[in-house]
C-alpha cells in the first residue's frame, strides 16, 4: 500500500500507541483485500458493543488502547445488551461488564447512540461519501439507497477507521465495483416486508458478490428496504442491491419456491410465545405502521418492541409509543433483537417476528425457535 507521509508516522508510533495500533490494523486489512491507499471517511458506525457479542476478550482489547487516543470523526455505535432504564433478569456481572464496555467507547470520544439505523437517527451521508460502516443492515442501507460509500466492515476495522479516520480503498468503495455482475429477477409480487426480506437473504446466500442487481425495487419504501438490506446483510457478503442492471448480466429467478425454500429455513416454529420487533430496531415510520395496524386492539401475547432511544423518546412518537404501551408492548432502548440476552431459552421456547435477521440470530445463538410472519399477520394472529 502506498501511505502518506502522515500515515507512514502514524503506522511508526509518532502519534501515540492507539493510531499505530489502528492503522496496523486497517493495513493489514487493506493487503489483504489489494487495496493500494488509505482514504478519508466521515463517519465511522462501531458494532462490538453487545457483552454477548465480544465477551471478555473485546472488552479487554478495548480497555488496552491507549487513553490519550480519541476518535477523528463522527462515530457511533450499534446496540448493547440491556435497556439501563428498565428491570431485566440479566445477572450483575452481565451488567457491569456491559457497562465497562459502554465507557471504554465514551472514553474514545463515540457517541452512545446504542442504534443498528444510524441512518434514521443521524443526519444522513450525502450521495458519494465515503463512511466505514459495521452494522450490516447499514453498510447494506447506505450504499444502496442512500448511494454513500462503505464496505460490510467489521467491529474492529470500523473502531480503526473510528480512530484514524481512513478506511483501505477497496471492494465496494470503488465505483466499478458497485455495479451488479448478477441478479436477481422475481418472478412473483413481492410486498410484504417478510417478502422483501426473504428476497434479501436468498440474494445473500446465493450470490458471492458483493454487489448484487435485483430488478423491480425502484419505489422501495423504507419499511421494505431495511427488511431487504437486513436480510441481505445476514446472509452473505453482499453488501449492496442495485436495479442499474446491464443487459448481459445473468439472472437468476426467484419465484414462489425460492421463496418458500427460503423461509422454510428461518421459519421453526408454528406459534410464538412472545412476539419481537425490531432488528433492525424500529423506528419512526416502523412505530406508525404498527400503531396503525394495532388501533385500539391489543396484544394477545407479552410483545417486545427494540428501538433507538431518541425514536421513543421524541415528542412526535410520544403519542405512538403511549398507544404501543397501552397495546401491551414493551418498549425496549439501546438494544436490539439480534444476539439480545432478553430472551433465552429458559424464559420461552419460541417467538413470533416479521425480521429475517432477528430470525437467524435468535435460532442460531439462542437456540430459540422462530415463527416468522410479516406484522400484518402477527397483528391479525396475535392481538384482539
Known sequence: MELTREEEKAINGEYGPGLEQAYKILVAIGIANNATKFIPVKWAHISGVNYNTIGDA?????????????????????????????????????????????????????????????????????????????????????????????????????????????????DLLIDEMRTPKIAIRPEIKIESELDYGLLGYFAGKNINESCVGIEEIDKIDLFRAKALSAGMGTSGICGMFSNKIKENVERIPFGREELEKTKEELDTAEKGEIIVFGSPQLGDQDLNI?????????????????????????????????????????????????????????????????????????KKSNKIDVALRDMKTIVKEYCE
Open 58 to 170: 473485546g472488552l479487554e482489547f478495548l480497555q488496552s488502547i491507549d487513553k490519550g487516543t480519541k476518535v477523528s470523526v463522527t462515530s457511533t455505535l450499534n446496540p448493547m445488551g440491556f435497556d439501563s432504564k428498565i428491570d431485566n433478569n440479566l445477572s450483575d456481572e452481565f451488567k457491569e461488564k456491559q457497562r465497562k464496555i459502554v465507557n471504554a467507547y465514551i472514553d474514545l470520544g463515540v457517541k452512545p447512540s446504542f442504534t443498528c439505523i444510524p441512518y434514521e437517527v443521524f443526519d444522513l451521508p450525502k450521495r458519494g461519501d465515503y463512511v466505514s460502516f459495521a452494522e450490516s443492515n447499514a453498510a447494506v442501507y447506505v450504499n444502496s439507497i442512500l448511494g454513500a460509500k462503505t464496505n460490510k466492515e467489521s467491529a474492529l476495522s470500523a473502531l480503526a477507521s473510528a480512530l484514524s479516520g481512513k478506511t483501505p480503498y477497496s
Open 290 to 362: 404498527l400503531s396503525n395496524m394495532i388501533d385500539a386492539k391489543k396484544f394477545k401475547k407479552r410483545c417486545m418492541i427494540f428501538c433507538p432511544r431518541t425514536v421513543s423518546e421524541s415528542n412526535k412518537n410520544k403519542e405512538l409509543v403511549n398507544g404501543l404501551k397501552k397495546a401491551g408492548a414493551e418498549i425496549i432502548c439501546d438494544a436490539c433483537t439480534c444476539l439480545t440476552p432478553l430472551i433465552t431459552k429458559d424464559s420461552c421456547d419460541s417467538i413470533v417476528t416479521n425480521s429475517i435477521k432477528g430470525a437467524y440470530y435468535m
